[in-house]
């Protein structure tokens, strides 16, 4: 047995806290991976990878899901924040969440191919610049691929060790 898979509960904002759970340590993790991780399980998944210090491939989709409340995914701070200033100069202060939820929202523009686009290929850049900004990773990239079998075809992929060893580079 040369691979054997590992499923984590995403009930808590951390796939390492096994407290809650009572489940058993994890085993060794070569790679993470998420096929269609939607909206915030696809930043659980890069922060279980960078936890862990370990590859990954990742193929986020449904940018507005949230499903745990209690995580801040780390890209949101890339997006543009409202300072005291202009609050005080606006009559209904504008969320602080507010760009980020809009560009979830432009991402789903299934009307406009366009603007989705932009919109994902902002917000994954933004993870991927989180990630660099953490340190440690040798490279990331966002790759692209053709849209006939879906339309969510951005693939996040980072890796950080060298080679020969654990892992791949």
Request: charged share 20%; hydrophobic share 30%.
């Amino acid at each position: 047995e040369r691979v054997s898979f590992v499923s984590s509960s995403s009930s808590s904002s951390s796939p390492l806290d096994n407290s809650k759970n009572k489940s058993p340590p994890l085993p060794p993790v070569d790679l993470v991976t998420g096929l269609h991780a939607c909206g915030d399980l696809s930043d659980l998944a890069l922060a279980f990878a960078t936890t862990l210090g370990v590859p990954f491939v990742l193929c986020p989709c449904c940018y507005t899901k949230r499903y745990i409340h209690s995580m801040t995914p780390s890209w949101n701070s890339y997006c543009p924040v409202i300072n005291e200033e202009s609050i005080r100069n606006k009559k209904e202060a504008t969320p602080p969440d507010y760009y980020v939820r809009a560009l979830g929202r432009l991402a789903e523009m299934d009307d406009n191919p366009d603007t989705s686009r932009v919109a994902r290929v902002a917000i994954n850049s933004m993870r991927l610049q989180a990630i660099l900004h953490q340190g440690g990773y040798k490279n990331v990239a966002l790759e692209e691929y053709e849209s006939k079998s879906s339309k969510r075809n951005l693939v996040l992929v980072g890796w950080r060790r060298t080679r020969g060893s654990r892992g791949f580079s």
